[in-house]
């Protein structure tokens, strides 16, 4: 446990003894060495998506090693900074925000050898950039392990830019810099002029982007910013803290036998298409906006389980087309929209179920402060702060929770939460109260 009054000494033995179980973890298990060089395995050995991973998952004793690590780890940076300059660097995030959407913008990345360094100016000409700007550029990215400099005037990969050659990390990359960051300086500006404000087209990427419109309406005319969006958010669901293989996990979704699943805004059907593989009884309709169910349909077209998944066009603000299904499933949905808007959405799903049917919610339930460490917190404020900027709305606590819940129709009734492990989402599982 970390907290202000940890003492320098106290943080440095946190950081020898939880980094001693996680080398110990690794060499027992025959794992790769962590390492950021350009060729190292991407993801903590036994996470990463389920398509590459290929170590066993890690156990909660590797996984409290590593959030003790990173706790501890950050504090003794601090301490050993100083609060001057500690604050210092918390101030200047943007440059890293800023410069990282240059090297996405002009593809830069993608210009440099995956097997070997490149000069900075053959840099610049191939990528058609200032050769000094880029440099200076590059040379501050480095500062931090977003590549490096191999040799005087040379720059090559680390395993960090290396990434940005996978293209859903790349779109992730893409959205934060282009979409998140475009609205965080406006957030003042915005507070002033929209107190209070639940309206979804008044968050500060709105003022930013010089519209009136919901983003999602907005992207229906921007295929391609539509098409990054859909990148990130399969990359988010493979990454460790909002992996999909959790929520399979947290539910018994055989248990539905043959039953009917509703993917409402359920994007090109990823969530859907894991569930299929291990509920294979269960058939599923993916609901979403028209230009995402045609995307979908093309995207999902060779996808082996997708005579069981079906996509229709449906707008959650209006009422559900499907009664009575075994589940509706709402995977980032509600952390979308303010009260006003998650409550019409969940009042019409209220209207279509049945006596036995459920609403699954999957989202970030916040703990009191202090529950989880300060990484993972800090990893689900993360969250609410890009619902703040993007959209206007917010995480919700579990009192959040029940509210909406009544809000939206007073016979719901919030039947269990399971929190994932060594995650910030949950599970929520929403039920019609049976009247007597
Ligand atoms: C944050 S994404 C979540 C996607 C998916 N459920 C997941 O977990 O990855 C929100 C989805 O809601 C869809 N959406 C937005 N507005 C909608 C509306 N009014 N009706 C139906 N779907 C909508 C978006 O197109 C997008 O696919």
Same mark, same amino acid.
């Given at each position: 446990?970390?907290?202000?009054?940890?003492?320098?000494?106290?943080?440095?033995?946190?950081?020898?003894?939880?980094?001693? #179980?996680?080398?110990?973890?690794?060499?027992?298990?025959?794992? *790769?060495?962590?390492?950021?060089?350009?060729?190292?395995?991407?993801?903590?050995?036994?996470?990463?998506?389920?398509?590459?991973?290929?170590?066993?998952?890690?156990?909660?004793?590797?996984?409290?090693?590593?959030?003790?690590?990173?706790?501890?780890?950050?504090?003794?940076?601090?301490?050993?900074?100083? *609060?001057?300059?500690?604050?210092?660097?918390?101030?200047?995030?943007?440059?890293?925000?800023?410069?990282?959407?240059?090297?996405?913008?002009?593809?830069?990345?993608?210009?440099?050898?995956?097997?070997?360094?490149?000069?900075?100016?053959?840099?610049?000409?191939?990528?058609? /950039?200032?050769?000094?700007?880029?440099?200076?550029?590059?040379?501050?990215?480095?500062?931090?392990?977003?590549?490096?400099?191999?040799?005087?005037?040379?720059?090559?990969?680390? =395993?960090?830019?290396?990434?940005?050659?996978? *293209?859903?990390?790349?779109?992730?990359?893409?959205?934060?810099?282009?979409?998140?960051?475009?609205?965080?300086?406006?957030?003042?500006?915005?507070?002033?002029?929209?107190?209070?404000?639940?309206?979804?087209?008044?968050?500060?990427?709105?003022?930013?982007?010089?519209?009136?419109?919901?983003?999602?309406?907005?992207?229906?005319?921007?295929?391609?910013?539509?098409?990054?969006?859909?990148?990130?958010?399969?990359?988010?669901?493979?990454?460790?803290?909002?992996? #999909?293989?959790?929520?399979?996990?947290?539910?018994?979704?055989? %248990?539905?036998?043959?039953?009917? /699943?509703?993917? /409402?805004?359920?994007?090109?059907?990823?969530? @859907?298409?894991?569930?299929?593989? @291990?509920?294979?009884?269960?058939?599923?309709?993916?609901?979403?906006?028209?230009?995402?169910?045609?995307?979908?349909?093309?995207?999902?077209?060779?996808?082996?389980?997708?005579?069981? #998944?079906?996509?229709?066009?449906?707008?959650?603000?209006?009422?559900?087309?499907?009664?009575? =299904?075994?589940?509706?499933?709402?995977?980032? #949905?509600?952390?979308?929209?303010?009260?006003?808007?998650? %409550?019409?959405?969940?009042?019409?799903?209220?209207?279509?179920?049945?006596?036995?049917?459920?609403?699954?919610?999957?989202?970030?339930?916040?703990?009191?402060?202090? /529950?989880?460490?300060?990484?993972?917190?800090?990893? =689900?404020?993360?969250?609410?702060?890009?619902?703040?900027?993007?959209?206007? %709305?917010?995480?919700?606590?579990?009192?959040?929770?029940?509210?909406?819940?009544?809000?939206?129709?007073?016979?719901?009734?919030?039947? @269990?939460?399971?929190?994932?492990?060594?995650?910030?989402?949950?599970?929520?599982?929403?039920?019609?109260?049976?009247?007597?």
């Amino acid at each position: 446990m970390v907290d202000l009054k940890t003492s320098l000494l106290e943080l440095a033995q946190q950081v020898l003894a939880s980094s001693k #179980i996680i080398s110990d973890h690794l060499e027992k298990n025959s794992l *790769p060495p962590l390492s950021l060089v350009a060729d190292a395995y991407p993801f903590f050995p036994g996470t990463g998506p389920l398509d590459v991973d290929v170590f066993p998952r890690l156990d909660e004793n590797i996984r409290n090693a590593r959030t003790q690590l990173r706790d501890a780890a950050v504090a003794l940076q601090q301490l050993a900074a100083g *609060p001057a300059e500690a604050a210092w660097d918390f101030m200047t995030g943007h440059f890293t925000s800023a410069t990282l959407q240059y090297v996405y913008h002009f593809h830069i990345a993608e210009h440099v050898p995956v097997d070997k360094d490149i000069s900075y100016k053959e840099l610049a000409d191939t990528a058609g /950039v200032d050769q000094s700007q880029c440099t200076r550029i590059l040379k501050f990215m480095a500062t931090q392990n977003f590549f490096q400099q191999t040799r005087p005037g040379y720059i090559g990969h680390t =395993a960090m830019s290396k990434l940005l050659l996978v *293209p859903d990390f790349r779109d992730t990359v893409g959205y934060v810099t282009e979409e998140s960051f475009s609205g965080a300086p406006r957030l003042s500006e915005n507070a002033e002029k929209y107190p209070g404000s639940q309206e979804k087209n008044q968050a500060p990427w709105h003022l930013a982007n010089n519209t009136d419109l919901p983003i999602f309406e907005y992207f229906e005319d921007q295929p391609a910013r539509m098409g990054r969006f859909m990148g990130c958010m399969r990359a988010l669901a493979s990454a460790e803290s909002y992996s #999909i293989k959790n929520m399979i996990e947290a539910f018994d979704w055989q %248990s539905l036998g043959n039953g009917v /699943v509703v993917d /409402v805004g359920g994007s090109f059907g990823h969530c @859907s298409s894991q569930i299929a593989e @291990s509920a294979p009884g269960l058939k599923f309709i993916v609901q979403d906006l028209q230009k995402v169910v045609n995307q979908a349909e093309k995207e999902r077209a060779n996808d082996k389980n997708i005579d069981r #998944i079906k996509f229709q066009a449906h707008n959650f603000f209006t009422p559900q087309p499907v009664k009575e =299904a075994d589940v509706y499933l709402l995977r980032f #949905i509600c952390h979308d929209y303010s009260d006003k808007y998650a %409550s019409q959405i969940l009042g019409h799903l209220a209207a279509a179920m049945g006596p036995e049917s459920r609403i699954i919610i999957v989202d970030s339930v916040l703990p009191e402060v202090g /529950v989880l460490s300060k990484f993972e917190e800090q990893r =689900a404020r993360i969250l609410d702060m890009e619902m703040m900027m993007t959209y206007n %709305s917010l995480e919700r606590d579990e009192d959040g929770w029940q509210s909406l819940l009544k809000q939206a129709d007073p016979r719901l009734e919030l039947r @269990s939460v399971k929190k994932i492990p060594g995650n910030i989402l949950a599970v929520l599982e929403v039920g019609l109260r049976h009247s007597n």
